[in-house]
Nanobody, 121 residues
Framework: QVQLVESGGGLVQAGGSLRLSCAAS????????MGWYRQAPGKQRELVAT???????NYADSVKGRFTISRHNVKNTVYLQMNSLKPEDTAVYYC???????????????WGQGTLVTVSS
């Protein structure tokens, strides 16, 4: 079984920074892509950023230039460095892994439990 465990959320003032981490546990052979989504109160879950195993990245327009996604393939960990945070970045941030292969199984999608990021004005 594969699990994603997020950490690093919290309360920060506008203009501040936070770094989210997400580690995949289990006997993992490979993970195609990893990333972050977020869901603000009353809104749908939306893409924040993704990164492939080869290092190709994709960002939502709203976070380009402020957020940076990175990944450690050996540790099966993905990070999200968030700078210049705005109140509208307040949301629950979910870690995501696509096409996870273990020795015995394959999971098309795996989601973390979410970590709350609150940005005060």
């Amino acid at each position: 079984q594969v699990q994603l465990v997020e950490s690093g959320g919290g309360l920060v003032q506008a203009g501040g920074s936070l770094r989210l981490s997400c580690a995949a546990s289990g006997t993992i052979f490979s993970i195609n892509a990893m990333g972050w989504y977020r869901q603000a109160p009353g809104k749908q879950r939306e893409l924040v950023a993704t990164i492939t195993s080869g290092g190709l990245t994709n960002y939502a327009d709203s976070v380009k230039g402020r957020f940076t996604i990175s990944r450690h393939n050996v540790k099966n960990t993905v990070y999200l460095q968030m700078n210049s945070l705005k109140p509208e970045d307040t949301a629950v941030y979910y870690c995501y892994a696509k096409d996870v292969r273990t020795v015995v199984s394959r999971y098309l999608e795996v989601w973390g439990q979410g970590t709350l990021v609150t940005v005060s004005s």
